[in-house]
């Protein structure tokens, strides 16, 4: 019994290797392990909480779930975009809480084998990019593939599971 359930969870994750949920930040496309990915939803109302970071928009309630909700466009420090009927909410799970990630559409699920993910570029004075674990090669475009788990610091996921 134990090994049947073993495998099923082998062949579960093997149905989600190399698959990735592209979203689009306004000329740019990412890509998120579909692995961390529990949900898409519309915008949903959103109640702002004192005192956060601007880029953490506030809660939600997801069925009687409370989550925190993050506009990743402020996060990565781009300019301040009004939300339109494309705009939704990525819902993933990362180090042990549930967040809300706003972007501006979601794309596709993407298969980017390994071989067609390159490691992102060392940029001057030591800087990396520090949200980019790597860069997905899909025909002439290029995804930039997300690291959940480094989207958000331990502060940062200490202080979000407080107020969920």
Known sequence: MKQALEENMMLEEDTQKDKYLTFVLGRE???IGINYVTEIVGIQSITQIPELPDYV???INLR????????VRLRFGKEVREYTDRTCTIVIEVKDI???????AV???SAITEKNIVPPPQLSRGYHQ???KGIGKVGDT???LLDCDRLLSDDEVEDLSNIA
């Open 98 to 104: 549930t967040v809300g990630l706003i972007v501006d």
């Open 130 to 132: 520090k949200y980019i």
């Open 29 to 31: 496309e990412y890509g």
């Open 107 to 109: 794309a596709e699920v």
């Open 64 to 71: 009687g779930k409370i989550i925190p909700v993050i506009d």
């Open 142 to 144: 290029v995804k930039l």
């Open 57 to 59: 928009k506030g809660i």
